[in-house]
């Protein structure tokens, strides 16, 4: 059973950055690794997501120029860079690992497994 561990949530102010880390216990050759978030009263969504071995990358469009998946396969460690933040970004973000090969990068949770606890960011005005 792999465990996922999140962590580099915190409290920003309006523009601020912040770099969250999701590390793995193992990484399957064919991973894909996504980060999710929930704000409250809502539901999760997808995030960004990286291709383990490829580096292939995919982003929802709220993120996208501002938001930055990265990973390091020697640590079996994946980050995202948020930066530019916004009120709006505040949530809980949880990364997740979808260990299936697939044609295209999935953006439902459903194809996700292996949760993280969550990290809480907090962007204030």
């Known amino acids: 059973q792999v465990q996922l561990v999140e962590s580099g949530g915190g409290l920003v102010q309006v523009g601020g950055s912040l770099r969250l880390s999701c590390a793995a216990t193992?990484?399957?050759?064919?991973?894909?690794m996504g980060w999710f978030r929930q704000a409250p009263g809502k539901e999760r969504e997808f995030v960004a997501a990286?291709?383990?071995?490829?580096?292939?990358?995919r982003y929802a469009d709220s993120v996208k120029g501002r938001f930055t998946i990265l990973r390091d396969n020697a640590k079996n460690t994946v980050y995202l860079q948020m930066n530019s933040l916004t009120p709006g970004d505040t949530a809980v973000y949880y990364c997740?690992?979808?260990?299936?090969?697939?044609?295209?990068?999935?953006?439902?949770?459903?194809?996700?497994?292996?949760w993280g606890q969550g990290t809480q960011v907090t962007v204030s005005s």
């Open positions: 193992s990484v399957r050759t064919f991973s894909t």
């Open positions: 990286i291709r383990f071995v490829s580096g292939a990358t």
């Open positions: 997740a690992r979808d260990p299936r090969p697939r044609l295209a990068i999935g953006i439902e949770e459903t194809l996700y497994e292996s």
